[in-house]
């Protein structure tokens, strides 16, 4: 469904099987960017900040409640929600770019 899909993408299809490799190759190597990117984001915020900075963190206080303690409890899960959506658009771009996504004949998304 992907092939057909990309064959009625705006850069045509492409011409043999090289090219095709090389289309699939730019596009993977573009998404594992991606993943690896927000995953670091990811790790940074809820294992950085929930853990080994949660003391000097701590120090710091919003509302009467420690920094670190947030971000321990709550600040890795709305990191989490919201790189979700940041994925999903994201991937929307990478997927129109390469000729890709998942619309119906009339360009709407499926």
Known sequence: ????????????????????T???????????????????IWFTV????????????????????????WFAQQGSIYTFVILILVYALWMDRIDDEFGVAERGGDGERL
């Open 1 to 20: 469904m992907a092939e057909m899909a990309h064959e009625n993408g705006p850069g045509g299809s492409p011409p043999g099987p090289a090219a095709d």
């Open 46 to 69: 809820s294992f950085g900040f929930g853990i080994l900075l949660i003391e000097p963190l701590n120090s710091i206080e919003i509302l009467g409640f420690p920094l670190g303690l």
């Open 22 to 40: 090389s289309w699939r190759q730019r596009y993977w190597k573009k998404n594992l960017r991606m993943v690896v990117v927000l995953l670091a």
